[in-house]
């Protein structure tokens, strides 16, 4: 998919539009769903990330009724919202490209952004990647292993899975680390 930066202001406005705004009133919550099925965790809580963050979708409706942002809407969170020429004009134009789009975005907050950083420089550096870049993955050892999900000897098999997952939830897409780190996980001793 193309990863494709379209401002909060335009999403609602193709949801809306989606939702048949052009011709009826649509309600905040039903934008809400349907703004989270084209742009996934883009409007969701940053702690609580299954939950949609309705009053962002609100915000969002509000800043595309204005003159700046294209005047794409008329209506507020009470009576619903209603597309203006301008904005069905916008989003005929522009509801055909969302097939090719990745609207998504991860809402990290600041610690998560840092961990997930230093976690993937440990990653890098660690002896196993080391290892299976140099002479292979068949050369990497046990302990190595053990050591790139920081799993010891004291931690219960359900950590140990949790560690695992964990990893290759973070990085089972990332360039550098992916393949990598789907082999290793299979080799970890899960007994």
């Known amino acids: 998919m ?3 930066d379209y401002p909060n202001h335009q999403i609602v406005t193709i949801a809306v539009y989606l939702l048949g705004g052009d011709s009826r009133y649509v309600d905040t919550e039903d934008v809400a769903i349907r703004v989270n099925e084209i742009a996934p965790n883009r409007f969701v809580w940053r702690k609580y990330r299954q939950q949609i963050n309705i009053e962002n979708v609100r915000t969002f409706l509000s800043d595309a009724k204005k003159e700046k942002n294209g005047a794409f809407l008329i209506g507020s969170g009470k009576a619903g919202w209603l597309l203006t020429e301008r904005g069905i004009k916008f989003a005929k134009k522009n509801v055909k490209k ?3 789009v990745d609207l998504s975005k991860d809402r990290l907050t600041y610690r998560d952004r840092q961990y997930r950083q230093n976690e993937r420089l440990r990653l890098l550096t660690s ?13 990497v050892t046990a302990d190595e292993i053990k050591a790139f999900f920081r799993i010891d000897d004291y931690v219960s098999d359900r950590a140990k899975e949790l560690k695992v997952k964990r990893v290759l939830n973070l990085f089972s897409e990332d360039p550098e680390l992916g393949d990598i780190v789907k082999i290793l996980s299979s080799k970890v001793d899960k007994e």
């Open 2 to 4: 193309i990863q494709e």
């Open 98 to 100: 969302l097939a090719d």
């Open 127 to 139: 002896k196993a990647y080391q290892k299976s870049q140099e002479s292979g993955m068949d050369t």
